[in-house]
């Protein structure tokens, strides 16, 4: 309100919330401490990657740079490791939920195949870029979809930020 005579001005706030940054890691720090106490990051519950992984399942985008650099990586140091794509988008509405049934997917062919050729580790990839780019791998039921496989993962998400929930 303002009051002319005088020239006050006042600001009565009713409601407040954050916004940008600042909400996604209020948000990012309420769903990490949830999952950390119902004990999901334990480490005793992590699976062990293999040392020498036979078969590789790719859970990302096959346009992104990171697949890309993914196979250019396995090509150049492990050419006898074969992979397996399972296509994605890996930023977006409905991203979070694509790459946690992609998991799901992996996890029921690898069911279906001799173990001599099952999916030893899941790698669940993308690039850098912005938090809000990023967000689909802070997803919870993402998480929970990540700690139920029976395919160990690794996640590889690359720059910013530097740790994200899905990193189980």
Request: zero cysteines; glycine letters at 8%.
């Amino acid at each position: 309100t303002h009051y002319g005579p005088t020239g006050e001005t006042q600001l009565t706030v009713t409601s407040m919330q954050p916004s940008g940054e600042g909400a996604l890691a209020i948000a990012f720090e309420q769903i990490r401490s949830k999952l950390e106490r119902e004990g999901l990051f334990d480490v005793s519950l992590k699976r062990p990657i293999p040392f020498f992984p036979r078969k590789i399942g790719i859970i990302t985008s096959p346009n992104g740079a990171a697949y890309h650099d993914i196979i250019h990586v396995l090509s150049r140091r492990a050419a006898s490791i074969s992979s397996l794509l399972l296509p994605t988008r890996v930023q977006g509405e409905g991203s979070a939920d694509e790459i946690r049934n992609a998991v799901g997917t992996a996890n029921a062919f690898n069911l279906t195949l001799p173990p001599d050729q099952r999916m030893d580790v899941l790698i669940v990839g993308r690039g850098g870029g912005a938090a809000e780019d990023l967000w689909a791998f802070n997803d919870e039921n993402l998480a929970r979809a990540l700690r139920a496989s029976e395919i160990p993962v690794i996640s590889a998400v690359g720059h910013e930020p530097d740790v994200t929930i899905s990193d189980l």
